[in-house]
């Protein structure tokens, strides 16, 4: 989900504004706030719908050699073998050092459990940057999650809730020195929170206020007092969030595939590097429903269709007990229900019913 270009009239400074649209002239960003962010995310009563309607729900955790789990979230659906229950990590972690396969696959799987309709607001896409000698202002990894942290404090005073994701990249800067060549910076999908009366906090009244606002925050947090910093070290936009597998896409385009990998390449000499995202203020769906062994092998074919499609590449043989096969899309609980008519479809009523 690439930032769209915001279609509303700019202001002097070249600014996309809300302030005013072609039909409804003065439309202020906060009368239209308490609309959903997302309006057409599955909730967690479609998870559990589908859920219900595909197996047997509330699966319990211990093994079972005639069944199956089939994992359902807003935006993913899971097929889990018998043999891969109960299974844990490998042991004590060692420290980060890079953007790992298996962090590119939690990120993605976990987006796609994310119920965003919950979430009420305008969705923005934020970017914080720093300055070009940006050394001094961020020495080590710890000090830009610190940055961080208190960015999303100072947000909390200002709006009065923060629900979003970060994403930590690094940004190549082939003509500076080595020590500064890849530059630290954050993608963030914010929501600017639903106007409330009740909120001791003054609303926005703009897409430029935001703007404004997060600019001068962010300068203030790094602390350079660098006027080029000031003016061009943020950019804020409004996201395409109709559907959140949108957003989704939007952090896979810098996490799947190697398009830009070279953004998740850290400076060197630059200890504390942490994780490379986050999830704040979004809650997590995921129900497990029993099948037995003919319906997930069942399903399993299908997703596994699915997944080859849109890969553009035939389907990969599978082995039975295997899990590792996951889909996200935008809609997964409606995807279930379609699975569970063609699963379970009505029985034959007989001569006398057909038309």
Not at 124 to 150: E, N
Not at 245 to 271: C, D, I, L, M, S
Request: with cysteine; hydrophobic share 35%; proline share 7%.
């Amino acid at each position: 989900m690439a930032a769209r270009k915001s279609e509303q009239p700019t202001s002097e400074d070249g600014c996309a504004s809300l302030d005013a649209q072609p039909s409804e002239p003065g439309l202020l960003l906060s009368q239209i706030l308490t609309a959903p962010a997302f309006p057409r995310a599955a909730s967690e009563h479609d998870v559990r719908t589908a859920a219900a309607d595909i197996g047997i729900t509330d699966a319990g955790d211990e093994p079972d050699p005639e069944l199956r789990e089939l994992r359902v979230s807003p935006g993913m659906v899971r097929a889990v073998g018998y043999r891969q229950f109960g299974r844990t990590g490998g042991g004590r972690r060692s420290a980060i050092s890079g953007f790992s396969d298996a962090s590119r696959r939690n990120l993605l799987r976990r987006l796609g459990t994310l119920d965003f309709s919950v979430v009420r607001g305008i969705s923005v896409v934020i970017t914080l940057t720093y300055p070009a000698d940006w050394r001094p202002w961020c020495p080590t990894g710890a000090d830009a999650k610190q940055q961080l942290v208190s960015f999303r404090r100072e947000w909390v005073k200002r709006w009065g809730e923060f629900q979003g994701i970060w994403k930590l990249e690094f940004q190549p800067r082939h003509s500076q020195p080595e020590e500064r060549r890849f530059a630290p910076h954050f993608h963030i999908l914010a929501v600017v929170p639903a106007a409330d009366p009740a909120k001791p906090v003054f609303q926005a009244t703009s897409l430029t206020d935001v703007r404004e606002w997060v600019s001068q925050t962010w300068w203030d947090v790094v602390g350079s007092g660098n006027e080029d910093h000031l003016k061009a070290g943020t950019r804020v936009d409004d996201a395409d969030g109709e559907y959140p597998g949108r957003v989704v896409a939007y952090f896979a385009g810098y996490t799947a595939g190697r398009t830009k990998e070279e953004q998740h390449k850290a400076p060197t000499n630059w200890p504390g590097l942490g994780r490379f995202w986050g999830i704040v203020g979004i809650p997590s769906v995921e129900i497990s429903t029993h099948l037995t062994e003919v319906e997930f092998f069942a399903v399993r074919r299908v997703l596994a269709e699915l997944l080859a499609r849109r890969r553009g590449r035939r389907r990969r043989s599978l082995r039975r007990g295997d899990d590792g096969l996951w889909l996200a899309l935008d809609d997964a609980p409606e995807l279930v229900l379609r699975l569970s008519k063609w699963l379970h479809p009505e029985p034959f009523a007989g001569p006398s019913q057909l038309p």
